[in-house]
């Protein structure tokens, strides 16, 4: 564990039975849960000696140390990318990232990501979270468009975190799935784990899955398909689309959870991408208080795709299925 300096912690009464990573995440220095969690599977972290799970529970008095990685220079290019911002002050910002735009660097796309147009924009927002990630909260799939929030301060970035992490940040998605949605709205609450065979997917079929919710409400019915606006509930990977997948109502252009099937209805080619909006989220400006709400306007391939479908004859709708 070298390059590294030691973080000691002491779990006071009031932590006792918390989570390992949760405990974690509220330290000096160590940023997200899921930063937390990635120090731990790096057996960065030790409890009274001995290395620990994510989930393992902690007892008053246990000692935790931690070995931070030293920071070191960004190596982050500054790259003039389109950026819609929606709304900005000293502490946060609000973006509108479209379609196909990654949020951060990782394996496949080490250029060309959000992060890298903030760092052109905004300079290399320096200390706020990890590395190859500055300023990044929470996160968009690539094909999914629609607002993201970026701290600009580490103390913002705290502030957020603890929210998500609380669950007191509202978000709200628009999302066309295919099929006609029966009934005018719902709570699809079923865990979330990863694919029993093929890891790189999530699904309700699992043997580890985390409790997951997602309300649901029917916007419009067009042909074939049908415009509904989601609450998740909980944070989970690809949870709304796994959730509709698994409701069997995939997100139209879903290449991982929306597999086709021969009786599917001739709209899936319409979609370019998985059509899934963030529309809106609603949370506590970390500095003053004040409750926010900042929406972002329906990506424009996504309005082309809802004008095809309302050209569609309405024969094209199958049977009403549940959700």
Request: proline content about 9%.
């Amino acid at each position: 564990m070298s390059g590294a300096s030691p973080l000691v912690l002491v779990v006071p009464p009031g932590a006792a039975g918390e989570r390992l990573d949760r405990f974690l995440a509220r330290a000096p220095g160590v940023g997200t849960r899921s930063q937390a969690k990635q120090l731990v599977d790096a057996g960065r972290v030790r409890v009274d000696g001995v290395a620990r799970k994510a989930s393992h529970p902690l007892r008053a008095g246990a000692t935790v140390v931690v070995e931070v990685p030293t920071p070191t220079p960004t190596t982050l290019e500054p790259e003039p990318l389109p950026l819609s911002v929606l709304y900005e002050d000293a502490e946060i910002l609000a973006v509108d990232k479209p379609a196909g735009l990654v949020v951060h660097p990782a394996p496949g796309a080490w250029r060309g990501t959000l992060v890298h147009a903030l760092v052109h924009r905004y300079g290399p927002l320096a200390g706020v979270g990890a590395p190859g990630r500055p300023g990044i909260v929470h996160r968009l799939d690539r094909d999914t468009s629609g607002v993201l929030l970026v701290a600009r301060t580490s103390a913002a970035l705290e502030g957020l975190a603890r929210q998500f992490r609380e669950r007191t940040v509202e978000k709200r998605y628009l999302a066309v799935v295919r099929g006609r949605v029966a009934g005018t709205s719902g709570l699809i609450d079923r865990p979330i784990g990863r694919h029993p065979r093929e890891r790189k997917r999530m699904s309700v079929v699992t043997r580890r899955g985390r409790s997951a919710q997602t309300r649901w409400t029917v916007v419009e019915r067009l042909a074939g398909a049908t415009l509904v606006r989601l609450e998740p509930h909980t944070g989970r990977t690809h949870q709304l689309r796994v959730h509709l997948a698994a409701a069997g109502h995939p997100i139209l252009g879903d290449r991982v959870y929306g597999r086709e099937r021969r009786s599917a209805p001739p709209v899936e080619p319409l979609a370019s991408r998985q059509a899934l909006h963030a529309e809106q989220i609603r949370f506590a400006h970390p500095r003053t208080g004040e409750r926010l709400t900042i929406r972002a306007p329906l990506a424009p391939d996504l309005e082309r795709l809802l004008a095809a479908l309302r050209q569609l004859p309405a024969r094209t709708a199958k049977t009403p299925r549940s959700a």
